[in-house]
Antibody, heavy 118, light 106 residues
């Protein structure tokens, strides 16, 4: 069974940093692109970042470029999102998701809440 | 950047058919994916590559894609189908989501 378990969320002050983790199990982690998608409370889904299975390709939405870094450890089946220079508008639930070949996200983690507030 | 447009809400009576649209320029040239999200839960993929269903998704859910509009069709709607639905495509090295449609079962 595919499982994705996110962790690392919490309350952080504007300008601060936080690292999210996503532990994967039940599939060959290194063979899949992984995605981060966020959702501000009461709002819609927003794609944040994607990283290819061998981390040769990484992509970011414009609003986080230069502030967020996606990475993965295929030996440990872990996906990361290092977030720095956080802003109030980064407040959201952050979901990790497994990317399918066709570009869909076919399995999702439970979401972790990041709150940026003074 | 590419934009996907969904109606904010769709209402349907139980047993009827719900159609949720997703508009985008020449969207027929892209693979469209659809997600269902119930309150407090993670999204669930219900249709991928325009019209395919993941295992475990009832055949009441179907998709189509033509010209500038993709459509998610839910037949024989049940109370448990009430949720937010999002369309998504991959475009120019980024994922794009529609704004979401709230399906209300009357």
């Amino acid at each position: 069974e595919v499982q994705l378990v996110g962790s690392g969320g919490g309350l952080v002050k504007p300008g601060g940093s936080l690292r999210l983790s996503c532990e994967a199990s039940g599939f060959s982690f290194s063979h899949y692109t992984m995605n981060w998608v966020r959702q501000a409370p009461g709002k819609g889904l927003e794609w944040v970042s994607s990283i290819s299975g061998d981390d040769s390709y990484v992509y970011y939405v414009g609003s986080v470029k230069g502030r967020f870094t996606v990475s993965r450890d295929n030996a440990k089946n872990l996906l990361y999102l290092q977030m720095s220079r956080l802003r109030a508008e980064d407040t959201a639930f952050y979901f990790c998701a497994r990317g399918d070949r066709g570009g869909s996200s076919d399995h999702w983690g439970q979401g972790v809440l990041v709150t940026v507030s003074s | 950047s590419y934009v996907l447009t969904q109606p904010p809400s769709v209402s349907v009576a139980p047993g009827q058919t719900a159609r949720i649209t997703c508009g985008g320029e020449s969207i027929e040239d892209k693979s469209v994916h659809w997600y269902q999200q119930k309150p407090g839960q993670a999204p669930v993929l219900v249709v991928y590559d325009d019209s395919d269903r993941p295992s475990g998704i009832p055949d009441r859910f179907s998709g189509s894609n033509s010209e500038n509009t993709a459509t998610l069709t839910i037949s024989r709607v049940e109370a448990g189908d009430e949720a937010d639905f999002y369309c998504q495509v991959w475009d120019s090295s980024s994922d794009v989501f529609g704004g979401g449609t709230k399906l209300t079962v009357l």
